[in-house]
């Protein structure tokens, strides 16, 4: 037992040693047959001194010497010829591993004595010493027989006789109490030579065979043929050992195969349903971009995060140039007009609700409210302006007055006074001075009436009210110099009125007449020159009123709206004009050319109802408008659309540093800062000098020279080293007889070559650009216009694209003896237009009338080869086409009014990268990459330049600013999903 109660030893009594002998069972009451049926297991002794099942054996042991040894023992012959199904095939106790704790330790031990049919002895010198053995084995020969103790020898000498050796004793291995209680030698075993801790294991062959020779006397059957039950159970195990890892490999196979097809099954719904909720956002988006082009935006992006396809890839990068908008909500009915105040940091927004609201829009991207809303008109508001310094705003209304108000702080606006009255029904429209000391209100009461508001808490009537309309007077605006009142009317005329002393107002000349029903809106442009009229016959009309006496028309109507146009706002730089119509929407107009304009992109949507006023920021780059919808709109307006141009846009091209943009179309040219592609600005005055359509623009490769061809024959050199200051070079370059269609400089910028309509090529020597020479003479061959000329990059060769259907190379490594490459590239069944080579100098695109782009391998220029069938997808001739710096992008410009990118990095198998590029309103008729190849430029006969970025990242940064509070979780469920958590694309 244990260590800790063992005593001193008592002197052993001599007795001769016995010799080692193998455990002999007994023979059985059971037939060998009836013993195998029963696995060779006795039963337990119940009923012993109250247990309740009893043990086979008890081992007693010395804890200091046999403390591995016992435990492995227990082991052996509990697993013994053990069959599979049992826990174990003795039950045997050992104290520490079968007492719980208890204070009765003594009598816990005598319960299992009592309990056990056998007591196995681990015998040795210190065993013998041990109080707790001699204890134990004293209660068994006290109340059982000793032929059931079975001895284990493990150290010392086995002597069972009451003499315990010869020697004195103390190699003894039996307890004083078992000395003379046998009256022959007994059964034992000979453990003494297991040594070593690491010979404790199952696993060793004599260990086995010593548990053997035990098992088979606790079980009562002969050694052998335990041993072949045990062989067979351990086969048997072994068997069911391996089908049951057979059988589970099987049942993790099918397992893993069902958790395989589930996943996958999961995965495919999973994939499924993204691709329906990512099929009926893209479905969405595209049905509101003719309603909302804002939210169409977000759902876009929204897409883009769960699949970012080519399509929408292009899609997000003409959104970055589509203006785009920010609702503003807070009033309960329909918002009337709308005004920023001079510094752009304050928006007004009045309301049939009876309210005025101010917004702090210092950041248009994130507009806020202004403390509570402006209360005192007691009907509807109709009008409202702020005066030029901001500090007084007034609004008139459906209550008859005018109301001045106090805005300095606009957080706490405060009323100036009492009301202004003398109108005798509605004010439709309130508009301050350019000094800002008068105040004209028009009304429904169809007069005009003049206030003096130099002081605005003290203003008073200024003269009697302007006579003359016939009907509502709907708008008031003066010119910028304050000396003339325009007025329109629901009588259709606009009346201007000389105001230069304000107390005594007279009419300039006869009313303006055109329109066909009432005037809702008229407005000044900056230099007050221009005035613009919206009407209820649906259209815009534009007046020439520098001579405000005798004022003239200066275009035809301006259509497109299918509503009334309650609206017209100038932009700042008096290029654009702004119109908001009942048809809910705002246009934008290209006025840069007053006898020529035209739209400006597609008409800005997002309003569910009428458009009733609109109003521009004082940089021009926000536009507030006001609607029925009771919302206010935000629109941020892209200056990578660039106007100034009068007429049709024919040319771009960068400099080569990509920090001049240059453009040419209407009798000039024009240079832009686009060192920031995202705000481009203009370079000085424009370049004059032709006398016709400028049709082609070119840097030098120093980006020193400019050079550009006309529609009057010849071409022109320009000094750009300053591009703000540009000059000319000398006389023009003359020699063609026709239009000079393109311009071209050598990669060293040593030549020049030129394409004109007279079916020649020229080549001039342009070393000195101030004195330009002819290089030999033209090149002919083709049979009509050369529409194109341009280089490889090695500047051996050059490559001419012509009306008469071909494509040309010449060899021009010596450029004063230049020669043809071969026969001409056909293919094309219609005039070619454009012609560019790879930046490699292998690849040769061609642009076509006959809609297509073509690839040409010219590797070796004297025998080109077609690249595949030509890439389809234009509807309209192909007028210009341009390689990316890396090749692997080709752009394309086309008369259908688009720009297309093709995927051009693997040459065998080019592909559309994406939709096609919407925005501009006519034919594009150049492209152009910037050297780092981020931004791409085109030109259109909507005359207008358009910058579009290649970083798609860019334009999602853009969309997120400013369409802020567009996808709300109410429109997420409508458009995008029930069921999916609102998780808005814009962080």
Same mark, same amino acid.
């Given at each position: 037992?244990?260590?800790?109660?063992?005593?001193?030893?008592?002197?052993?009594?001599?007795?001769?040693?016995?010799?080692?002998?193998?455990?002999?069972?007994?023979?059985?009451?059971?037939? /060998?047959?009836?013993?195998?049926?029963?696995?060779?297991?006795?039963?337990?002794?119940?009923g012993?001194?109250g247990?309740?099942?009893g043990?086979?054996?008890?081992?007693?042991?010395?804890?200091?010497l046999d403390?591995?040894?016992?435990?492995?023992?227990?082991?052996?012959?509990?697993?013994?010829?053990?069959?599979?199904?049992?826990?174990?095939?003795?039950?045997?106790?050992?104290d520490?591993?079968?007492?719980?704790? *208890?204070?009765?330790?003594?009598?816990?031990i005598?319960?299992?004595?009592?309990?056990? +049919?056998w007591?196995?002895?681990?015998?040795?010198?210190?065993?013998?010493?041990?109080?707790?053995?001699?204890?134990?084995?004293?209660?068994?020969?006290?109340n059982?027989?000793?032929?059931r103790? %079975?001895?284990?020898?493990?150290?010392?000498?086995?002597?069972?006789?009451?003499d315990?050796?010869?020697?004195?004793?103390?190699?003894?291995?039996?307890?004083?109490a078992?000395?003379?209680?046998?009256?022959e030698?007994?059964?034992w075993?000979?453990?003494?030579?297991l040594?070593?801790?690491?010979?404790?294991?199952?696993?060793?062959?004599?260990?086995?065979?010593?548990?053997?020779?035990?098992?088979? +006397?606790?079980r009562?059957?002969?050694?052998?043929?335990l041993?072949?039950?045990?062989?067979?159970?351990h086969?048997?195990?072994?068997?069911?050992?391996?089908?049951?890892?057979?059988?589970l490999?099987i049942?993790l196979?099918?397992?893993?195969?069902?958790?395989?097809?589930?996943?996958?099954?999961r995965?495919?719904?999973?994939?499924?349903?993204?691709?329906a909720?990512?099929?009926?956002?893209?479905?969405?988006?595209?049905? %509101?971009?003719?309603?909302?082009?804002s939210?169409?935006?977000?759902?876009? %992006?929204?897409?883009?995060?769960?699949?970012?396809?080519?399509?929408?890839?292009?899609?997000?990068?003409?959104?970055?140039?589509?203006?785009?908008?920010?609702?503003?909500?807070?009033?309960?009915?329909?918002?009337?007009?709308?005004?920023?105040?001079p510094d752009?940091?304050?928006?007004?927004?009045?309301s049939?609700?009876?309210?005025? /609201?101010?917004? *702090?829009?210092?950041?248009?991207a994130?507009?806020?409210?202004?403390?509570?809303?402006?209360?005192?008109?007691?009907?509807?508001?109709?009008?409202?302006?702020?005066?030029?310094?901001?500090?007084?705003l007034?609004?008139?209304?459906a209550?008859?007055?005018v109301?001045?108000?106090?805005?300095?702080?606009?957080?706490?606006?405060t009323?100036?006074?009492?009301?202004?009255i003398?109108?005798t029904?509605?004010?439709e429209?309130?508009a301050?001075?350019?000094?800002?000391?008068i105040?004209?209100?028009?009304?429904?009461?169809r007069?005009?009436?003049?206030?003096?508001?130099?002081?605005?808490?003290h203003?008073?009537?200024?003269?009697?009210?302007?006579? !003359?309309?016939?009907?509502?007077?709907?708008?008031?605006?003066?010119?910028?110099?304050?000396?003339?009142?325009?007025?329109?009317?629901?009588d259709?005329?606009?009346r201007?009125?000389?105001?230069?002393?304000?107390?005594?107002?007279?009419?300039?000349?006869?009313?303006?007449?055109?329109?066909?029903?009432?005037?809702?809106s008229?407005?000044?442009?900056?230099?007050?020159?221009?005035?613009?009229?919206?009407?209820?016959d649906?259209?815009?009309r534009?007046? *020439?009123?520098?001579?405000?006496?005798?004022?003239?028309?200066?275009s035809?109507?301006?259509t497109?709206?299918?509503?009334?146009?309650?609206?017209v706002?100038?932009?700042?730089?008096?290029?654009?004009?702004?119109?908001?119509?009942?048809?809910?929407?705002?246009?934008?107009?290209?006025?840069?050319?007053?006898?020529l304009?035209?739209?400006?992109?597609?008409?800005?949507?997002?309003?569910?109802?009428?458009?009733?006023?609109?109003?521009?920021?004082?940089?021009?780059?926000?536009?507030?408008?006001?609607?029925?919808?009771?919302?206010?709109?935000?629109? *941020?307006?892209?200056?990578?659309?660039?106007?100034?141009?009068?007429n049709y846009?024919?040319?771009?091209?960068?400099?080569?540093?990509?920090?001049?943009?240059a453009?040419g179309?209407?009798?000039?040219?024009? %240079?832009?800062?686009?060192?920031?592609?995202?705000?481009?600005t203009?370079?000085?005055?424009?370049?004059?000098?032709?006398?016709?359509?400028?049709?082609?623009?070119?840097?030098s490769?120093?980006g020193?020279?400019?050079?550009?061809?006309?529609?009057?024959?010849?071409?022109?050199?320009?000094?750009?080293?300053?591009?703000?200051?540009?000059?000319p070079l000398?006389p023009?370059?003359?020699?063609?007889?026709?239009?000079?269609?393109?311009?071209?400089?050598?990669?060293?910028?040593?030549?020049?070559?030129?394409?004109s309509?007279?079916?020649?090529?020229?080549?001039?020597?342009?070393?000195?650009?101030?004195?330009?020479?002819?290089?030999?003479?033209?090149l002919?061959?083709?049979?009509?216009?050369?529409?194109?000329?341009?280089?490889?990059?090695d500047?051996?060769?050059?490559?001419?694209?012509?009306?008469?259907?071909?494509?040309?190379?010449?060899?021009?490594s010596?450029?004063a003896?230049?020669?043809?490459?071969g026969?001409?590239?056909?293919?094309?069944?219609?005039?070619?237009?454009?012609?560019?080579?790879?930046?490699?100098?292998h690849?040769?695109?061609?642009?076509?009338?006959?809609?297509?782009?073509?690839?040409w391998?010219?590797?070796?220029?004297?025998?080109?080869?077609?690249?595949?069938?030509?890439?389809?997808?234009?509807?309209s001739?192909?007028?210009?086409?341009?390689?990316?710096?890396?090749?692997?992008?080709?752009a394309s410009?086309?008369d259908?009014?688009?720009v297309?990118?093709?995927?051009v990095?693997?040459?065998a198998?080019?592909?559309?990268l !994406?939709?096609p590029?919407?925005?501009?309103t006519?034919?594009v008729?150049s492209?152009?990459?910037?050297?780092?190849?981020?931004?791409?430029?085109?030109?259109?006969?909507?005359?207008?330049?358009?910058?579009? !970025?290649?970083?798609?990242?860019?334009?999602?940064?853009?969309?997120c600013?400013?369409?802020?509070?567009?996808?709300?979780?109410?429109?997420?469920?409508?458009?995008?999903?029930? !069921?999916?958590?609102?998780?808005?694309?814009?962080?």
């Open positions: 037992m244990g260590a800790s109660g063992e005593q001193p030893p008592k002197p052993p009594t001599p007795q001769p040693a016995g010799d080692s002998a193998p455990l002999e069972a007994p023979a059985s009451d059971h037939t /060998r047959s009836n013993q195998t049926a029963r696995d060779l297991h006795p039963p337990h002794q119940d012993v001194r247990t309740t099942s043990y086979d054996a008890f081992i007693s042991y010395s804890h200091a403390g591995s040894l016992a435990p492995a023992l227990q082991t052996g012959l509990e697993r013994f010829a053990k069959p599979w199904y049992r826990a174990r095939a003795l039950r045997v106790f050992r520490n591993a079968s007492l719980s704790a *208890n204070p009765g330790l003594w009598t816990s005598e319960e299992a004595l009592a309990a056990s +049919a007591l196995v002895l681990m015998a040795s010198p210190r065993a013998a010493q041990s109080e707790w053995v001699n204890r134990e084995v004293a209660w068994w020969l006290a059982k027989s000793p032929q103790v %079975l001895v284990v020898l493990t150290e010392g000498k086995f002597a069972y006789a009451d315990a050796g010869g020697d004195d004793g103390t190699n003894a291995a039996l307890p004083p078992l000395r003379g209680a046998f009256r030698s007994p059964r075993v000979d453990l003494r030579w040594h070593d801790v690491e010979q404790v294991d199952q696993s060793n062959p004599r260990l086995r065979d010593c548990v053997a020779d035990i098992a088979a +006397a606790v009562e059957v002969p050694k052998d043929e041993i072949g039950e045990h062989i067979r159970q086969r048997r195990t072994m068997q069911l050992a391996r089908g049951a890892v057979t059988a490999a049942l196979i099918a397992a893993l195969v069902a958790a395989v097809v589930a996943f996958q099954q995965a495919t719904a999973q994939k499924e349903r993204d691709t909720i990512f099929n009926q956002i893209t479905a969405e988006a595209d049905r %509101l971009s003719s309603t909302d082009i939210l169409a935006a977000q759902l876009d %992006l929204t897409a883009y995060r769960m699949q970012p396809t080519p399509d929408l890839r292009t899609t997000l990068i003409t959104l970055e140039d589509t203006p785009l908008s920010t609702p503003l909500t807070g009033h309960t009915d329909s918002v009337s007009a709308v005004a920023i105040s752009g940091r304050i928006l007004a927004s009045a049939w609700d009876r309210t005025v /609201r101010l917004w *702090n829009v210092s950041d248009p994130h507009p806020t409210p202004l403390g509570a809303p402006l209360i005192g008109n007691t009907n509807r508001i109709f009008a409202m302006a702020f005066s030029p310094d901001g500090h007084t007034a609004t008139g209304g209550d008859h007055t109301r001045l108000w106090n805005v300095t702080d606009p957080a706490h606006p009323a100036l006074g009492p009301p202004l003398g109108h029904s509605s004010v429209s309130v301050f001075s350019p000094d800002g000391r105040l004209a209100s028009g009304s429904y009461d007069t005009v009436r003049l206030w003096n508001v130099a002081d605005p808490a203003p008073t009537v200024l003269s009697a009210p302007l006579i !003359g309309h016939t009907n509502v007077v709907r708008s008031v605006a003066f010119s910028s110099d304050g000396r003339t009142l325009a007025s329109g009317s629901d259709g005329t606009v201007l009125w000389n105001v230069s002393d304000p107390a005594h107002p007279t009419a300039l000349g006869p009313p303006l007449t055109g329109h066909t029903s009432s005037v809702e008229v407005a000044f442009s900056p230099d007050g020159r221009t005035l613009a009229s919206g009407s209820y649906r259209t815009v534009l007046w *020439n009123v520098a001579d405000p006496a005798h004022p003239t028309v200066l035809p109507p301006l497109g709206h299918t509503n009334v146009v309650s609206s706002a100038f932009s700042p730089d008096g290029r654009t004009l702004a119109s908001g119509s009942w048809d809910q929407t705002v246009r934008l107009w290209n006025v840069s050319d007053l006898a304009p035209t739209a400006l992109g597609p008409p800005l949507t997002g309003h569910a109802s009428t458009v009733g006023s609109v109003a521009f920021s004082p940089d021009g780059r926000t536009l507030a408008s006001g609607s029925a919808d009771r919302t206010v709109r935000l629109w *941020n307006i892209p200056d990578a659309i660039m106007t100034g141009h009068t846009v024919n040319a771009v091209a960068f400099s080569p540093d990509g920090r001049t943009l453009s179309g209407d009798q000039t040219v024009r %240079l832009w800062n686009v060192s920031n592609p995202a705000h481009p203009a370079l000085g005055p424009p370049l004059t000098g032709h006398t016709n359509f400028v049709s082609s623009v070119a840097f490769p120093d020193r020279t400019l050079a550009s061809g006309s529609d009057d024959r010849t071409v022109r050199l320009w000094n750009v080293s300053d591009p703000a200051h540009p000059l000398g023009p370059l003359t020699g063609h007889t026709n239009t000079v269609e393109s311009v071209a400089f050598s990669p060293d910028g040593r030549i020049l070559t030129t394409g309509w007279d079916q020649t090529v020229r080549l001039w020597n342009v070393s000195d650009p101030a004195h330009p020479t002819p290089l030999g003479p033209p002919t061959g083709h049979t009509s216009a050369v529409a194109l000329v341009a280089f490889s990059p500047g051996r060769t050059l490559a001419t694209g012509s009306y008469d259907q071909t494509v040309r190379l010449w060899n021009v010596d450029p003896h230049p020669s043809a490459l026969p001409p590239l056909t293919g094309d069944t219609n005039s070619v237009f454009a012609v560019a080579f790879s930046p490699d100098g690849t040769l695109a061609t642009g076509s009338a006959d809609t297509t782009v073509r690839l391998n010219v590797s070796n220029p004297a025998h080109p080869l077609p690249l595949g069938p030509p890439l389809t997808g234009h509807t001739a192909v007028e210009s086409v341009a390689f990316s710096p890396d090749g692997r992008i080709l410009g086309s259908d009014d688009t297309r990118l093709w995927d990095g693997d040459l198998h080019p592909t559309p !994406g939709s590029l919407t925005g501009h006519s034919a008729r492209v152009a990459f910037s050297p780092d190849g981020q931004t791409l430029a085109s030109g259109s006969w909507d005359h207008t330049v358009q910058l579009w !970025g290649m970083n798609v990242d860019q334009a999602i940064q853009r969309i600013a400013t369409t802020t509070n567009t996808l709300t979780p109410t429109t997420w469920m409508q458009y995008v999903s029930p !069921g999916l958590p609102y998780h808005p694309p814009c962080p």
